[in-house]
């Protein structure tokens, strides 16, 4: 089972969405230069649906909940993803820090994917040099179709 550090609500990490976003511990990624790099350590409370449950009626108005990380066990973020999509009117969201999409993953749970690791002279998904890319997934016609909208963040910082 996945484990989370802590939780906050942002207004920035998905666009125009008022998110729970769930920092997620054990990331395999180790990017160079990693602002969060104590998300390495296997710290933490485990992430199931019962703590789940308890941080969305903690926070209500919530229109999203971002899963920051799990890229150590992307069956689990896809599992919680879908427990979400089937308990909650609300909208998905995950922070990968990896090029490709985990095969594990349905995008059918998801709302928004972040991809990418963090390069440092490239920057994060506010700098138009950045490596990284912003998915947002339309899964209303039966099957997911993505656009990719990096460039929101972009213009957010001018
Ligand atoms: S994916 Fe994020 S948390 Fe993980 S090493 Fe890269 S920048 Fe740090």
Redesign the pocket.
């Known amino acids: 089972m996945i484990k989370y550090v802590n939780s906050m609500v942002t207004f920035s990490e998905f666009p125009n969405e008022i998110s729970l976003c769930i920092n997620i511990s054990q ?1 395999p ?3 160079p230069g ?4 104590y ?2 350590e296997d710290i933490g409370e485990p992430l199931g649906e019962l703590t789940l449950h308890k941080l969305i009626t903690e926070n209500k108005g919530i229109t999203c909940v971002g899963f920051m ?1 799990g890229d150590i066990e992307p069956k689990s973020v896809n599992a919680l993803a879908q427990y979400i999509k089937t308990e909650y009117n609300l909208k998905v969201g995950w922070y990968s ?1 990896r090029n490709h999409l985990a095969p594990e993953i349905d995008l059918q749970y998801f709302d928004y994917v972040k991809l990418g ?2 390069v440092e002279e490239r920057g994060g998904l506010d700098n138009p040099n950045t490596n990284q890319v912003m998915l947002e997934i339309d899964n209303t016609c039966g099957r997911s179709i993505t656009k990719d909208i990096t460039s929101y963040f972009w213009h957010k910082s001018n």
């Open positions: 990331c990624c180790h990017c990693c602002h969060s790099s998300l390495a990380g820090g690791p963090y």
